[in-house]
């Protein structure tokens, strides 16, 4: 089946940068729309940002625009996301999911485990 983890947490301070990677194995994730979400401590899992399989859509939550960046290797079935100008309110969960769609869905079927993020000074 397929599975996801991801990759790339850890501590950083207000400001700094952190790239997460979520890298697919047990099958490929041709023609699967991937998504990231965010859990912060107490509170439910929200999307933040979602890619189709080429690249050529992708959507942000208003939380993160301009200053996070969705991106995929298909060759290598890793999807980045990339996270600037971090603030303390990024903190928590990170979780990639993905479903096999054209666009990117309202829910997703196949999950990561989550890798914690946490921005503080």
């Known amino acids: 089946q397929l599975q996801l983890v991801e990759s790339g947490g850890g501590l950083v301070h207000p400001g700094g940068s952190l790239t997460l990677s979520c890298t697919a194995s047990?099958?490929?994730?041709?023609?699967?729309?991937v998504a990231w979400f965010h859990q912060a401590p107490g509170k439910e899992r929200q999307p933040i940002s979602c890619?189709?399989?080429?690249?050529?859509?992708?959507n942000y939550d208003d939380s993160v625009k301009g200053r996070f960046t969705i991106s995929r290797d298909n060759a290598n079935n890793t999807i980045f996301l990339q996270m600037n100008s971090l603030k303390p309110e990024d903190t928590g969960i990170y979780y990639c999911?993905?479903?096999?769609?054209?666009?990117?869905?309202?829910?997703?079927?196949?999950w990561g485990q989550g890798i914690q993020v946490t921005v503080s000074s």
């Open positions: 890619i189709t399989f080429y690249g050529r859509r992708t």
């Open positions: 999911a993905a479903r096999h769609s054209s666009y990117c869905p309202q829910d997703f079927n196949y």
């Open positions: 047990g099958y490929s994730l041709d023609r699967y729309a």
